[in-house]
């Protein structure tokens, strides 16, 4: 499966932003899905991932309430809406998948990653 990411961009704080993963190749629903970020300096962390069906999702403790992921199998996409964005989510936005069980949240459990899209949150 090929991912491109797309959405990012500069906002103020407090603003929001909604980054599209699109997928392309093998059939989408086979996979898990996943949003990772990286900020400058720092290590890879998780943000959120979602089920192969959409029905299950998880996030990152500190981004619960903020950001939403979502995905539409049949147009072979994932979404993450980032609400109230902080300075200090600026990062690289990756999106992942994976094709095995169960959840997680390590990024070198995914096999599967498109280009970043930066978000630069300004305070």
């Known amino acids: 499966v090929q991912l491109q990411a797309s959405g990012g961009g500069l906002v103020q704080a407090g603003g929001s932003l909604r980054l599209t993963c699109a997928a392309s190749?093998?059939?989408?629903?086979?996979?898990?899905a996943g949003w990772f970020r990286q900020a400058p300096g720092k290590e890879r962390e998780f943000v959120a991932a979602?089920?192969?069906?959409?029905?299950?999702?998880y996030y990152a403790d500190s981004l619960k309430g903020r950001f939403t992921i979502s995905r539409d199998n049949g147009k072979n996409t994932v979404l993450l809406q980032m609400n109230n964005l902080k300075p200090e989510d600026t990062a690289v936005y990756y999106c992942?998948?994976?094709?095995?069980?169960?959840?997680?949240?390590?990024?070198?459990?995914?096999?599967?990653w498109g280009p970043g899209t930066l978000v630069t949150v300004s305070s």
């Open positions: 992942s998948a994976r094709e095995s069980d169960p959840h997680s949240s390590k990024w070198d459990d995914y096999a599967y």
């Open positions: 190749g093998r059939t989408f629903n086979s996979y898990r």
């Open positions: 979602i089920s192969r069906s959409g029905g299950i999702t």
